[in-house]
């Protein structure tokens, strides 16, 4: 079965970066697409960013653009998220997630993923 697990969360200040890794096994890591999603206490889950199995493309919602950078090494079945100049805004449990299918283009539909990963908390103090 696919296990997503995600790590490098923590308790930083606005300005900080982080690295996110979301470590992932059971089934061909290469073959699919994977996303970034965050959930924030009180309010829906929502997407942050997405990139294609072969890590060409990426898609980002507006307001992580510029700051936040996702990526994939196939090699180490491991998807990344760096966030450079965190807000307090950006505090929330953040969740890796696997495409259902191995489309060529990153998507931002919840629907379109079928394996979630147990989220790791980010925590931004102003």
């Known amino acids: 079965q696919v296990q997503l697990v995600e790590s490098g969360g923590g308790l930083v200040q606005a300005g900080d970066s982080l690295r996110l890794s979301c470590a992932a096994s059971g089934r061909t890591f290469s073959s699919y697409g994977m996303g970034w999603f965050r959930q924030a206490p009180g309010k829906e889950r929502e997407f942050v960013a997405a990139i294609t199995w072969r890590g060409d493309i990426s898609l980002y919602a507006e307001f992580v653009k510029g700051r936040f950078t996702i990526s994939r090494d196939n090699a180490k079945n491991t998807l990344y998220l760096q966030m450079n100049s965190l807000k307090p805004e950006d505090t929330a449990v953040y969740y890796c997630?696997?495409?259902?299918?191995?489309?060529?283009?990153?998507?931002?539909?919840?629907?379109?993923?079928?394996?979630w990963g147990q989220g790791t908390q980010v925590t931004v103090s102003s």
């Open positions: 997630a696997q495409s259902s299918e191995p489309t060529p283009l990153p998507t931002r539909r919840q629907y379109d993923y079928d394996y």
